[in-house]
């Protein structure tokens, strides 16, 4: 018999924990889920269950996190060219989703409770949901329409974005509240229309940025886990903005100024349910976006739920929590501008090629 090492044997419980968990949440819903149940599912002990989870909170994001994640199938055959294909595109694959009994619904209608009930949980995720509507957003500025004249600007579809979204989380919820309410023909439906809307959008730049620091040091990061992509990657040249989750709106200064090619580093002091929220949300959108859409719209920015701060530390940010703001411009694997404080990425992404210090 194989001896499984102590990494093997927390993974092991681990997932036993979480399998445990769905079931329960399934069907008792959050609320009236027992940790001594979920802990008998799973053949192990209450304390078992604590030590890989701090809280039925925090167990609770997980197992939502981890089924939001799960591969959703192959692309479609012809991601959506279109302003509205890709939206059709996007609602189908969201509503493919949507809860179709009261089983299922037990695992997602006590998600929103949580959220409105606890300013620790309702902050953050607003901002996440920013940070989605920005991701779809800038995927939509990537479909060039053919009608656009040679050299005109791409208008800004953030508000297209967070519009869609705004309709696929209500049909989420009326879905987990009263099954079978929902006809998803009719939500494709919406979310194509939405296409042909015109919305009055404009983006503003921060009036007050910090000023960026010339800077002279090796990057080093270590391997991390692109959401938007779910796949690994090592941070390369490029902006890299590190930001808590009450400051993730501040994404798009750093975007828009950079041409959009950003790395996004989420930290958190609250990792046990912050991260696997953050997880959540960004799975939720960028599952059906990369189905729906065609890899050459995927939007540049990459995020990264650095849950241990080591990728933050490799860009000198050595203490972080729910406010950080700070970021790092690379070029040719070193360092060469850093900012701290609100409208940071803004700052670094201005700077462009920044001759490096003697």
């Given amino acids: 018999m194989v001896r499984l090492s102590r990494a093997e044997t927390q993974e092991r419980n681990r997932a036993k924990v979480l399998a445990a968990a769905r079931d329960e949440f399934a069907d008792q819903g959050f609320r009236d889920a027992k940790i001594d149940v979920i802990a008998e599912r799973a053949e192990l002990t209450r304390g078992a269950v604590y030590s890989n989870f701090p809280g039925k909170r925090a167990l609770y994001l997980a197992v939502l996190a981890e089924l939001a994640e799960r591969p959703a199938g192959a692309p479609h055959a012809t991601p959506g060219k279109t302003l509205q294909d890709a939206l059709g595109a996007l609602a189908r694959a969201r509503v493919a989703a949507l809860p179709l009994d009261d089983e299922q619904a037990g695992l997602t209608r006590d998600l929103m409770p949580e959220v409105l009930a ?60 009263a099954p079978g309410l929902v006809e998803p023909f009719d939500v494709v439906s919406a979310c194509e ?134 970021a790092v411009r690379i070029e040719r694997g070193r360092i060469v501008a850093t900012a ?19």
């Fill in 118 to 177: 606890d300013e620790r949980i309702r902050r953050p995720f607003a901002q996440l949901v920013k940070l989605s509507g920005l991701l779809l957003g800038l995927a939509l500025e990537r479909l060039d329409p053919p009608d656009r004249p040679a050299g005109a600007p791409i208008p800004r579809r953030i508000r297209l974005a967070e519009t869609v979204l705004t309709t696929l989380h209500g049909a989420g919820q009326l879905a987990a509240a």
């Fill in 340 to 358: 701290d404080g609100r409208g940071a990425g803004h700052a670094v992404s201005m700077t462009g090629e920044v001759s490096r210090v003697d």
């Fill in 193 to 326: 229309r939405l296409a042909g809307l015109a919305f009055n959008d404009w983006w503003a730049p921060p009036v007050i940025v910090p000023a960026a620091q010339a800077a002279d040091r090796p990057w080093s990061p270590p391997e991390v886990v692109d959401l938007v992509r779910a796949e690994a990657f090592v941070p390369a040249d490029g902006v890299v903005v590190v930001l808590g989750t009450h400051r993730l709106a501040a994404v798009e200064e750093a975007v828009r100024a950079s041409g959009g090619e950003v790395t996004v580093v989420v930290v958190t002091s609250e990792p046990d349910e912050l991260a696997p929220l953050t997880r959540l949300i960004v799975a939720e959108v960028c599952g059906g976006l990369r189905q729906a859409f065609p890899e050459s719209s995927w939007p540049g920015v990459r995020v990264v739920c650095d849950v241990t701060g080591t990728l933050a530390a490799a860009a000198g940010v050595l203490a972080v929590s729910d406010e950080t703001e700070a």
